[in-house]
């Protein structure tokens, strides 16, 4: 399946989801009165909101590249999972306060009803199978916005258990335990905010990738039995993607058509990983001696380098 219709099948089955448990939570507090339940709802409505844009901003970050955007339009993605951070927040504000008042007032709902705990444990089902249906398919697609979804439905299985433990605890004769449920419930979705933020920031900063991919760029480059050396490697995140540039050495006396093809294949390996974007490559001769040390590449690929840059076996 395309990358576009995956990203919009995954909008479309999130925000079904959500939309299914506002309902069934709206209508367990109507029927309960529980505050717990009702942070709960609050938390799923929050969640239907930003799914409508999650939906909206994967069909824009999905669509082809044409003049304005030769590249596409991924790097629209960040901002996506930005937004849905200042929804989160916007959720957990509204939950703690709630919570707060009720407790300064002293006035706590207590509820029985088996309908409250029926609908938080199936909420808490619910989010988790989300959870692991969003994370795999962002990983998969590498999608920034669908990883920022998985996390808050991870932590939406954190706060639908705390308001289960308020509302059995207020039934079981402690009722400050549904407004106490409600703040952690209010805290979890400040924790989800954060993480959120934290990941897309590295995308909009144009942060390095993971040291494990940054290894199998330079393996892909030295595996070609003509590089000799590399320096001056660069791979940073442009939106969800990874642009990388770097200098590959061979023996000065190859023609100019052999170099080209050197640099061609070292390009070619390095963009089949799924993760990069862009691959710019510069061919040095070896006997310029432009080559340097670097302590990350011997640390990342394993190897050292002689000064003239040839390998050196561990």
């Known amino acids: 399946m395309a990358r576009s219709s995956a990203l919009r099948r995954v909008g479309l089955v999130v925000l079904a989801v959500n939309l299914l448990l506002v309902l069934a939570k709206g209508g367990a507090w109507y029927v309960t009165g529980s505050l717990a339940v009702g942070s709960e709802a609050v938390n799923s409505l929050a969640d239907t909101v930003y799914s409508v844009v999650i939906l909206a901003g994967l069909y824009l970050t999905t669509r082809p590249p044409d003049?304005?955007?030769?590249?596409?339009?991924?790097?629209?993605e960040p901002f996506v999972g930005l937004f849905i951070a200042l929804g989160i927040f916007a959720a957990g504000g509204v939950v703690v306060w709630q919570a707060v008042t009720?407790?300064?007032?002293?006035?706590?709902?207590?509820?029985?009803?088996?309908?409250?705990?029926?609908?938080?444990?199936?909420?808490?089902?619910?989010?988790?199978?989300?959870?692991?249906?969003?994370?795999?398919?962002?990983?998969?697609?590498?999608?920034?916005?669908?990883?920022?979804?998985?996390?808050?439905?991870?932590?939406?299985?954190?706060?639908?258990?705390?308001?289960?433990?308020?509302?059995?605890?207020a039934a079981a004769g402690f009722p400050l335990l549904d407004p106490l449920a409600a703040i952690l419930v209010g805290i979890g979705i400040f924790v989800t905010g954060v993480e959120v933020?934290?990941?897309?920031?590295?995308?909009?900063?144009?942060?390095?990738?993971?040291?494990?991919?940054?290894?199998?760029?330079?393996?892909?480059?030295?595996?070609?039995?003509?590089?000799?050396g590399v320096h001056d490697v660069i791979a940073h995140y442009v939106g969800p993607e990874i642009d990388v540039s770097l200098h590959i050495e061979v023996e000065g006396e190859r023609t100019l058509l052999e170099a080209h093809d050197i640099e061609t294949a070292v390009i070619e390996s390095i963009r089949d990983l799924p993760e990069v974007d862009d691959v710019f490559v510069h061919v040095d001769p070896k006997e310029l001696g432009e080559w340097k040390e670097d302590d990350q590449i011997d640390r990342l690929i394993g190897h050292r380098w002689e000064a003239d840059g040839g390998r050196e076996d561990p």
Not at 67 to 76: A, K, L, N, Q, V
Not at 114 to 130: E, F, M, Q, R
């Open 102 to 169: 009720t407790l300064l007032s002293g006035s706590v709902t207590v509820t029985r009803n088996p309908v409250a705990i029926a609908v938080l444990a199936g909420s808490a089902v619910a989010k988790y199978l989300l959870y692991r249906y969003c994370f795999e398919k962002g990983r998969e697609q590498h999608s920034p916005a669908v990883i920022a979804t998985a996390m808050d439905n991870r932590n939406d299985i954190l706060t639908a258990g705390a308001a289960l433990v308020g509302v059995l605890g």
């Open 197 to 228: 933020v934290r990941d897309n920031l590295d995308y909009l900063v144009g942060a390095a990738p993971p040291e494990e991919l940054r290894a199998e760029i330079l393996r892909r480059a030295l595996a070609h039995p003509d590089v000799e």
């Open 67 to 76: 003049f304005e955007h030769p590249h596409g339009h991924e790097r629209i």
